[in-house]
C-alpha cells in the first residue's frame, strides 16, 4: 500500500490512489495494469510509493475499450489544491506550514499565481445602515452584489482583471461587517489588512498575538479544499464566463447551507450543549452511533489536517476558559477513541468561536471570507478550459409522450 509522499508530488506524476481514482478502478486493478505492462511504473527520488506519468494515463484510458471515467469530476483537472493521504496541498506547499508562514493575501497570490496581492479594507465601519442582526453571509453577499454594481467595467476575464477585482471583493465584504470592536493598528499588530479587519467584526474581545495567529491561520487553512459544493457552483458559473463577480455570488448560493458554510453554526451549538452537560452530549452520540456535528469528513479517513492544525493553537489561547477546554478535550478524545470520529473544521471554528466569544455566524464569515481566495484560483482556472463543458445530460425517468 502507497504511503504518504515524503514532499509534496510532481504536478505531471500520478500516485497509485490518484490513478485508481481518475479510472474508476480498485488499486489491485492499477497494479495488475503494472504487471502485464499496460503501465509503467515509476520511483522518484525522494518520494516513496508507486508513481506513474499523467500523459501515460491519458493514453491508457483514451486507449481503453469503454470509459473509464466515472463523471466529469474526474475529468475536473487541477493544479490548486490535492487531497492525498489525509495531507493538503496548495500547489504543492504544505497548507500547514503556509498557515504558519504565510499571510492571507500571499495565499492568494499563490492561490491566483500573481504578484503582490492588493487586498483594501477600511479600518471603520464601511456600511454603517447595516443591520447588526443580519447573517454575517448576508451581509457579505449584500456586500458583493453592491461592489459588483459599482463596477465601472464588468464581464474582465484577464488575470490581471480578476485578480483586481477578487480583492476589491475581498475588502469590502470584510469591511461590510459590522464593528464590535475597535479597529486595529496593522503595523503595531504587523497584520494583514484580512486578518486585522475582521477580527473586530468578529469579537468585543482583545486582540493579541496568539488570537491573530488562529485567525490568520483559519484564512489560510480554509482557502480551498478542491471541489467542494460551493467550488463547484463556482466553476460552473466561470465555464459560461460568468466574470468574477457572479462567480462569487453564484458559489455563495451552495455556501449558504447547513450543510456546508453553515456546519460551524450547527457545531457550536453542539459544544455550547456539550459544555453545560458533557456526559449526556457523549453518551447519546454514542447510543445512537450518530456522528456528532463537526466531526468525521467525506475526504480525510483518519484525520482533517487543517483542524488539528487549529485545534492545537486554540488549545493553548491565553485565557481560554479551563472548562471549555477540557470538556473539547474529552469530546475529541472519547469519540475518537470509541468511534474513529475525529474533529473538523467545522469543530475548530466553533471552538474558536466559543474560546474567543465571537458573534453568532462568526464561524461561517471566516469560512466564506477565506474561501473566496479559492473560488477566484478555480475561476481562473476554468477560463482556460473549453467554455459550456458542465452542460449535463439528464437521464428522464418520468412520464413519456402517450402514456396518459
Known amino acids: 500500500m502507497d504511503t504518504a509522499p515524503a514532499v509534496a508530488p510532481l504536478p505531471d506524476h500520478l500516485s497509485t490512489a490518484q490513478v485508481a481514482k481518475l479510472l474508476g478502478i480498485k ?50 483537472r487541477t493544479r490548486i489544491t490535492l487531497l492525498t493521504d489525509d495531507a493538503q496541498y496548495y500547489r504543492g506547499l504544505d497548507v500547514r506550514e503556509l498557515a504558519d508562514t504565510r499571510s ?12 503582490a496581492v492588493h487586498i483594501p479594507v477600511v479600518a471603520e465601519n464601511s456600511q454603517p445602515s447595516a443591520d ?44 461590510a461587517l459590522p464593528l464590535l470592536g475597535r479597529p486595529l493598528g496593522r503595523r503595531k499588530h ?93 453518551s447519546t452520540h454514542l447510543a445512537e452511533n450518530r456522528r456528532p456535528a463537526g466531526f468525521g469528513h467525506l475526504v480525510y479517513r483518519e484525520q482533517d489536517p487543517r483542524a488539528e492544525h487549529l485545534l492545537a493553537g486554540i488549545r493553548v489561547l491565553p485565557g481560554i476558559d479551563a472548562h471549555l477546554r477540557s470538556v473539547s478535550t474529552r469530546l475529541v478524545d472519547e469519540w475518537r477513541t470509541r468511534r474513529g470520529w475525529f474533529p473538523n473544521t ?5 471552538l474558536f468561536a466559543e474560546a474567543t466569544q465571537q458573534r453568532d455566524g ?25 467554455p459550456m463543458r458542465f452542460r449535463l445530460h439528464a437521464v428522464y425517468v418520468g412520464p413519456r409522450p402517450g402514456d396518459r
Not at 492571507?104 to 504578484?115: I, K, N, Q
Not at 454594481?149 to 471583493?169: F, K, N
Not at 467545522?346 to 466553533?350: E, H, K, R, S
Open 346 to 350: 467545522d469543530f475548530a471554528l466553533a
Open 27 to 76: 488499486r489491485e486493478t492499477v497494479y495488475a495494469y503494472v504487471s502485464r505492462g499496460l503501465l509503467p511504473r515509476v520511483t522518484i527520488p525522494g518520494r516513496r510509493g508507486s508513481w506513474f506519468r499523467s500523459d501515460q494515463v491519458e493514453a491508457l484510458q483514451r486507449n481503453a475499450s469503454r470509459p473509464v471515467h466515472s463523471g466529469l469530476a474526474e475529468r475536473i
Open 190 to 282: 504587523q497584520l494583514d489588512p484580512v486578518t486585522a479587519g475582521l477580527w473586530p467584526r468578529l469579537t468585543r474581545q482583545r486582540a493579541d498575538p496568539h488570537r491573530l495567529a488562529v485567525l490568520r491561520a483559519a484564512l489560510v487553512l480554509l482557502a480551498d479544499h478542491e471541489l467542494a459544493a460551493s467550488t463547484t457552483a463556482a466553476r460552473v458559473a466561470a465555464s459560461v464566463r460568468t466574470d468574477i463577480s457572479g462567480v462569487m455570488l453564484a458559489a455563495l448560493g451552495a455556501m449558504d447551507s447547513p450543510l456546508h458554510g453553515g456546519a460551524p453554526a450547527t457545531a457550536r451549538r453542539l459544544l455550547q450543549e456539550a459544555v453545560r452537560d458533557p456526559d449526556a452530549v457523549i
Open 104 to 115: 492571507f493575501p500571499e495565499v492568494c497570490a499563490l492561490l491566483w499565481e500573481s504578484g
Open 132 to 175: 447588526p442582526m443580519m447573517r454575517p453571509i448576508d451581509v457579505i453577499r449584500a456586500a458583493l452584489g453592491l461592489d459588483a454594481a459599482r463596477q465601472t467595467v464588468r464581464g474582465d476575464l484577464s488575470r490581471d482583471g480578476v485578480v483586481r477585482t477578487a480583492g476589491e471583493h475581498i475588502g469590502a465584504a470584510v469591511a
Open 362 to 386: 462568526a464561524g461561517e464569515a471566516v469560512f466564506t471570507i477565506a474561501r473566496l481566495a479559492g473560488w477566484t484560483a478555480h475561476a481562473l482556472e476554468e477560463y482556460q478550459e473549453e
